[in-house]
């Protein structure tokens, strides 16, 4: 199979301040004020057409800024990245605007993707048909609840079909059936020959879907490789954190940020 997204030493950098007053200095005289924390930090791999790439890794491990780098979202700092193909992100955190109604976000999105008036006129009972939204459609979607927001995400990537596809948390949210058309989906996608990245904290999900898994801890890329090897190596890792307590997680997760600290 034909390799469809190469990263190569991506690196996120963003600058961190200590205090407000630190901010506001930097952005009048620019210059090396505060530090830069790597949110993601030297990752290189590359995954085939047909690969369902899990992404997993403990809060706050950079898995959500690998996506948005690969789903062209947000750029990288340094390193490439090479994706092939239309690539698209259904996520809880982002995507839709919160003023428009469903209908106008579903339009508004085709018209992104360059859809004329007719094809979207097309497209557009399609898209409501497999949201499950009903009226809600017409409502604007800061009254959605996540479940709400995941279904019209999730019907309009699947709608645009895209090569390359980035589900990020979206099918933790809603209910089963829905959940489990998504996955079918995920499926059929994958039979087409097309390239899924699965952001999730459902292992089981991860264990049934996903060919290949990237463990992210602290930024960097832990392990990559296929699920049964990665995911064995993950729920060890996985068992020995959930028996430390609560302050020792948090050392552990502060440990890992300060590697990725820089002055
Ligand atoms: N815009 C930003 N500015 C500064 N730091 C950021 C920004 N976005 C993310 N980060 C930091 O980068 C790190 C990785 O965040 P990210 O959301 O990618 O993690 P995640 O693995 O998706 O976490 P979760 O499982 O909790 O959703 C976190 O420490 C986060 O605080």
Redesign the pocket.
């Known amino acids: 199979m034909a390799e469809s997204v190469i990263l190569k030493n991506v690196t996120k950098k963003?600058r961190?301040y200590e205090s407000k007053g630190q901010q506001l200095a930097d952005l009048i005289f620019p210059g090396k004020k505060g530090s830069t924390?790597n949110?993601i930090e030297d990752i290189s791999f590359a995954v085939e057409e047909g690969d369902v790439v899990g992404l997993v890794?403990?809060?706050?491990?950079?898995?959500?800024?690998?996506s948005n780098i690969i789903g062209g979202l947000i750029p990288a700092s340094s390193g490439e990245v090479d994706v092939k193909g239309d690539v698209n992100v259904i996520a809880i955190?982002s995507g839709l605007n919160n003023a428009l109604t469903g209908a106008e976000n579903i339009e508004f999105k085709c018209l992104l993707m360059g859809y004329t008036k007719e094809k979207i006129a097309e497209v557009m009972p399609e898209i409501i048909e497999f949201s499950e939204l009903g009226d809600f459609i017409y409502q604007p979607v800061k009254q959605y609840s996540s479940g709400m927001k995941s279904k019209l995400g999730f019907a309009i990537s699947v709608t645009a079909n895209p090569d390359v596809l980035i589900i990020d948390?979206a099918l933790s949210v809603g209910d089963q059936t829905f959940t489990d058309k998504s996955l079918a989906k995920m499926m059929e996608y994958k039979k087409q020959g097309k390239t899924i990245f699965f952001?999730s904290?459902n292992l089981s999900q991860v264990r049934n879907f996903c060919t290949k898994i990237a463990w992210?801890e602290g930024?960097r890329l832990r392990e990559y490789g296929p699920t049964n090897i990665v995911m064995r190596n993950y729920t060890a890792f996985l068992k020995d954190y959930n028996q430390l307590s609560p302050k020792q997680q948090k050392k552990f997760r502060d440990d890992l940020?300060k590697q990725r600290k820089h002055k």
């Open positions: 963003y961190m924390f949110a890794g403990i809060n706050g491990s950079g898995k959500s800024t690998l955190k948390e952001v904290h992210i930024g940020a």
